[in-house]
């Protein structure tokens, strides 16, 4: 399959390794990838703080850009939230019926990276090798805008050498949301702190995640009390092989 | 100042308010054991229903149907009402309603009323207008009577004094009641507000309600409770005044089954709440002997104006949502500022309220979207706080002036869309960031943000901006692949 990944502004600029890890993944998987350059930011910032004047703009440019792609794969399970659950209102907003026929047509080919593998193509097992203790945290985005189920899990059960541990929990948000996380930094810390000590708890050494902005939320605090638990995002694990 | 104002008191913004009610310890602790207990019993009541999510989608269907001919079903209900030998009062905001209630109180010369709780009751107001009438309001839900007597406003909308515990009770009943010696046994202090309020049941002349449901086919009022308290005031008093938002009402009989279905599984967590009345007019020696309904608009009729907002008027005050947000467990209700706290407060009130006087409540919230997901009635709550938010800063740029249009979040806002609109500038922004941030950073992490980013740096650090790009990298990989191929 012809993949056009969809990296996102975050990934690009803050972790550009998940990205290469994406990249390497799927072609290991027999895929190729395409990456458009002209793509920039889905507009989730803008949208969910109330922006939506602004993000419209921001929904054209990524149209135009993937209109043409056969399939759009993002490791990013809230910029797909983004793209396939609230362009279509954006779309609408705009009241550009061109506008609205494209986002209709082209949401249906977007998913984030683990429903791709596990939904998508019906690959569980992708040779993957991590032989640490990991915990694995299920960002809200990708549960309850997405539903990716346990597509995730099943992907890390899969992985050799993994000593995967459950997260005490786990479906309680990290208290990132985007601007939240600045606008309420209390209330985000108060979350963000029942977070880490679950984290924690599992003595694990990696906490993972389908969510760069969510793990670099929890990973900025543990590495603030120097916790000695790293974050990683999932495609870096399943990228990972033996040798 | 808008009709409904009374309301609540939105100072100081919910962040600064939260700040506050975070430092409490106590609070923490009551909240968290309170709301992860009451989380737990509603998983596994509704875990066992099957057809779960076909009665939340009965419910929104039923919900949203009636309040779209919301015009025929009030003047049903008006009629089926009066034929039941009722009186029916329209009104518009709180003062009126607290007007036509004072009256009635009046005519009747009663100097006290006993009270059921009612959400509805307290978003008027209606105990400091009677107060000021010279009428003492006596409020007979336990928890509503333990706020009472404290003096202070409701927490959480099922569970007004969730943010006590016993001894804190014990402690307030031993001041206020006149009681002696007392323990802080559960059994203990429910006797000791029993033995206060059985007196005032069998004396009060004037009884004051709010309503879960009102059916319009027959003009049926009801009520559900766990402690029967309700029903002592439904019964024992000669006169019934009944409070009612407009949008309580359900066409027949039938719909009710789905709701008390939904309501006592998503709120208290049982399968069923111990007691249900219903009550039809008056019925000739037996229970009161007058009837009044108060149907009450107060901002209703805007909020069904709205596309988007409208659904939440298909609330049944259930307080599933407060119980799983992981953002009122921290808080606790007060630092809402409304009697309606809680996910569904952060979407009710700027509407009740218009968005401009609570601007702050529509970002209270992680958009986790975990209320959503146990919604009896699938309020998509994330979905109404994005519209208010979008409503908010429209307000902002529209009519904050120059302020508005120059405040620091709107222009950086303004700048990163033009900027996310041309690659150019993007992959500009991008090296401006990994030369410029040097000053920052230390040992590859940034410790200490200024400005509106110093939340974040708080409590995280932040890694530093890699040199190397995704894009950087990839152009680099084509390259070589280019080359190789030549």
Redesign the interface.
Same mark, same amino acid.
């Given at each position: 399959m012809r993949v056009s990944l969809f990296i996102t502004c975050f990934n690009d600029t803050l972790f550009p390794g998940t990205g290469r890890a994406t990249v390497e993944l799927l072609e290991r998987l027999g895929h190729s990838v395409d990456f458009p350059l002209e793509q920039t930011c889905c507009g989730q910032m803008h949208f969910n703080t109330g922006y939506q004047r602004e993000a419209i703009p921001l929904v054209r440019r990524f149209v135009e850009v993937f209109g043409d792609a056969e399939v759009v794969v993002a490791p990013s399970a809230s910029c797909v939230g983004m793209v396939r659950e609230f362009y279509p209102r954006l779309a609408e907003l705009s009241g550009d019926q061109a506008l609205i026929d494209a986002v209709a047509a082209l949401t249906p080919k977007v998913y984030e990276l683990t429903e791709f593998l596990v939904y998508k193509l019906g690959i569980e097992d992708v040779g993957a090798y991590y032989p640490h203790r990991v915990t694995y945290h299920p960002t809200c985005h990708s549960l309850r805008v997405l539903h990716v189920g346990d597509a995730p899990l099943r992907l890390l059960r899969k992985v050799r050498g993994i000593d995967l541990v459950t997260l005490p929990d786990a479906e309680q948000c990290c208290g990132f949301g985007g601007t939240f996380a600045v606008k309420n930094a209390d209330t985000s810390m108060a979350m963000l702190g029942d977070k880490l000590r679950s984290v924690r708890e599992t003595k694990a050494e990696v906490c993972v995640a389908a969510d760069n902005s969510c793990l670099m939320h929890i990973g900025g605090a543990l590495h603030r009390e120097r916790a000695g638990v790293r974050t990683v995002h999932i495609v870096e694990i399943l990228a990972s092989t033996e040798g | 100042m808008r009709p409904n104002s009374v309301v609540i008191e939105l100072t100081p913004k +919910?962040?600064k308010a939260?700040?506050q009610a975070?430092e409490n310890t106590q609070l &923490?602790r009551n909240m968290g054991k309170a709301t992860q207990t009451i989380r737990a019993k509603r998983a596994a009541v509704v875990g066992e229903l099957p057809d779960w999510q076909a009665l939340r989608e009965a419910g929104r269907a039923i919900k949203e149907r009636t309040l779209r001919h919301l015009d025929h079903y009030l003047l049903q209900l008006e009629e089926s009402v009066k034929r039941a030998g009722g009186h029916v009062h329209w009104a518009r905001d709180a003062s009126e309603a607290n007007r036509i209630i004072t009256n009635i109180v009046r005519v009747h010369q009663a100097r006290e009323v006993i009270k059921i709780k009612s959400l509805t009751t307290d978003e008027i107001r209606l105990n400091k207008a009677l107060k000021e009438a010279g009428i003492t309001a006596t409020e007979t839900d336990l928890a509503e009577l333990i706020i009472q007597l404290a003096g202070e406003h409701s927490s959480h909308i099922l569970v007004p004094a969730i943010h006590k515990n016993r001894s804190e009770i014990r402690e307030l009943f031993m001041r206020t009641l006149g009681v002696k010696e007392l323990s802080d046994n559960p059994k203990d202090l429910a006797a000791a507000a029993r033995a206060y309020l059985r007196h005032k049941f069998l004396t009060t002349p004037v009884a004051i309600s709010g309503a879960n449901f009102a059916i319009a086919e027959s003009g049926t009022i009801g009520i559900v409770e766990s402690e029967g308290n309700g029903r002592m005031c439904l019964t024992l008093p000669k006169v019934l005044i009944s409070v009612m938002g407009i949008e309580k009402i359900l066409p027949t009989w039938q719909d009710l089954e789905v709701f008390l279905q939904l309501l006592p599984r998503s709120s208290t967590g049982e399968r069923m709440n111990p007691y249900t009345s219903f009550w039809t007019g008056v019925t000739r020696d037996d229970g009161p002997q007058e009837f009044h309904l108060v149907l009450l608009d107060n901002g209703r009729s805007q909020v069904l104006a709205d596309e988007i907002g409208r659904q939440t008027l298909n609330c049944i005050r259930c307080s599933a949502c407060l119980n799983i947000c992981?953002?009122y467990e921290?808080?606790g209700g007060h630092a809402y500022g409304s009697v309606y706290p809680g996910p569904i407060g952060a979407i009710l009130t700027p509407q009740l309220v218009g968005v401009e006087h609570a601007s702050s409540l529509? =970002?209270? *919230? #992680? $958009?986790?979207?975990?209320c959503?997901?146990v919604c009896p009635v699938k309020i998509n709550i994330p979905e109404v706080l994005?519209h208010?938010?979008?409503?908010?800063?429209?307000e902002k740029q529209d009519h904050g002036g120059l302020k508005g249009k120059l405040d620091p979040?709107n222009l950086a %806002?303004?700048a %990163? *869309?033009r900027m +996310? #609109?041309?690659?150019v500038a =993007?992959e500009a922004a991008?090296r401006m /960031?990994q030369k410029g941030q040097w000053p920052m950073v230390k040992d590859g992490?940034i410790?200490s943000l200024p400005g509106? $980013?110093g /939340?974040?740096t708080? %409590? &995280?650090? $932040?890694?530093a $901006?890699?040199q190397?790009? +995704?894009?950087?990298?990839? &152009?680099k990989r084509k390259k070589q692949e280019e080359k190789a191929s030549e």
């Open positions: - | +919910f962040e939260a700040k975070l &923490r992981p953002v921290r808080t529509p =970002y209270a *919230s #992680s $958009l986790c979207g975990a959503y997901e994005v208010l938010r979008a409503k908010v800063v429209r979040e %806002m303004q %990163m *869309s +996310f #609109s041309n690659r =993007y991008q /960031g992490y410790t509106l $980013l /939340g974040w708080a %409590m &995280r650090d $932040l890694q $901006l890699p190397e790009t +995704f894009r950087d990298w990839w &152009r």
